[in-house]
């Protein structure tokens, strides 16, 4: 099992940045892909980003050129830079890493972006 904390997040005001932070710990061993969704109100659960262990990067469209993923594997954390952020991005974050036993999720962080 693998255990997940979420940091970084909160309030910001249109056109400003955050980054989110993510740990692994546990059964870390067969870790292969650590990502971030998000989940505003009234919407469905999204995939925002995502790294895998050969380096491989993936972005929704809606960020792309604003968020960079940036993440060391082999030492389980990940990270999510958030630049030019709008209100449309307020949403709960989620940090998720796949292995071979499966995938686990973190507590979900609040970012709010204000106009």
């Known amino acids: 099992q693998v255990q997940l904390v979420e940091f970084g997040g909160g309030l910001v005001q249109a056109g400003g940045s955050l980054r989110l932070s993510c740990a692994a710990s546990?059964?870390?061993?067969?870790?292969?892909?650590m990502g971030w969704y998000r989940q505003a109100p009234g919407k469905q659960r999204e995939l925002v980003g995502s790294i895998t262990r050969d380096g491989r990067v993936y972005y929704v469209d809606s960020v792309k050129g604003r968020f960079a993923i940036a993440g060391d594997i082999a030492e389980n954390t990940v990270y999510l830079q958030m630049s030019s952020l709008r209100p449309e991005d307020t949403a709960v974050y989620y940090c998720?890493?796949?292995?071979?036993?499966?995938?686990?999720w973190g507590q979900g962080i609040q970012v709010t972006v204000s106009s």
């Open positions: 546990g059964s870390t061993f067969s870790l292969y892909r």
């Open positions: 998720t890493v796949d292995t071979i036993q499966g995938s686990s």
